[in-house]
C-alpha cells in the first residue's frame, strides 16, 4: 500500500499520518502539492512534525510530487489500484469494498476541499467513512487510520 497526501495543510495531520502509515506497513508516502513533509524548505526538521511522528519519517519512504494527476497515473502504469478517500454520489462504504489486487495507493486529500473531481475521475473506487452524527466528516489523519488498517487487514 501507498498513500498520496492532496494539498493536506496541517503538518499534524501529514505526521500523524506518518505514524499510523509505520503501523500499517505502508510502503511510501507522496507528499503532493502544498503536503508538508518532515523537513522544511530549507532542509531542516520541523519540530511539530517530529513531535507527531515519534521519528517514523525515517522507516517510510516519502517523496515530495507537484501534481496529483501526475502520481496517478505513474502508479496506475505500475499496478496499482487507486482508491479515493472521499464523500461522493458514487462512493462505496470503505468496510463493503474488497480489492482484488495488493497493489493500493490510498488517496487523501485537502482537510476544507478534500479531492477535486479530476482526482475523483481517476480513481478506480472512492471510499467513504458513514457519518451517522452531526459532522459531515472525520480528521483526515483519523479516516486514514480507520480505512488503511481495514484494508490491510480484510
Known amino acids: 500500500m501507498v498513500v498520496l497526501l492532496h494539498n493536506i495543510r496541517s503538518v499534524q495531520n501529514v505526521a500523524s499520518i506518518f505514524r499510523t502509515a509505520d503501523g500499517v506497513g505502508v510502503e511510501r508516502i507522496y507528499l503532493c502539492g502544498i503536503t508538508p513533509g518532515p523537513l522544511d524548505r530549507l532542509g531542516h526538521s520541523r519540530t511539530q512534525f517530529i513531535k507527531v511522528s515519534l521519528g517514523s519519517e525515517k522507516n517510510i519512504p516519502y517523496e ?15 499496478g496499482y489500484q ?23 495507493a490510498l488517496v487523501l486529500g485537502s482537510e476544507v476541499a478534500g479531492l477535486s473531481d ?6 478506480d473506487k472512492i471510499l467513504e467513512i458513514p457519518m451517522e452524527g452531526r459532522k459531515e466528516s472525520l480528521n483526515v489523519a483519523v479516516a486514514f487510520g480507520i480505512v488503511a488498517y481495514a484494508l490491510k487487514y480484510k
Open 118 to 123: 479530476a482526482i475523483l475521475k481517476k480513481s
Open 64 to 78: 515530495k510530487k507537484g501534481s496529483t494527476l501526475k502520481a496517478i497515473d505513474v502508479l496506475r502504469k505500475e
Open 82 to 104: 487507486i482508491l479515493s478517500i472521499e464523500q461522493a454520489k458514487n462512493s462505496t462504504p470503505y468496510y463493503k469494498f474488497k480489492s482484488k489486487k495488493e497493489k493500493m
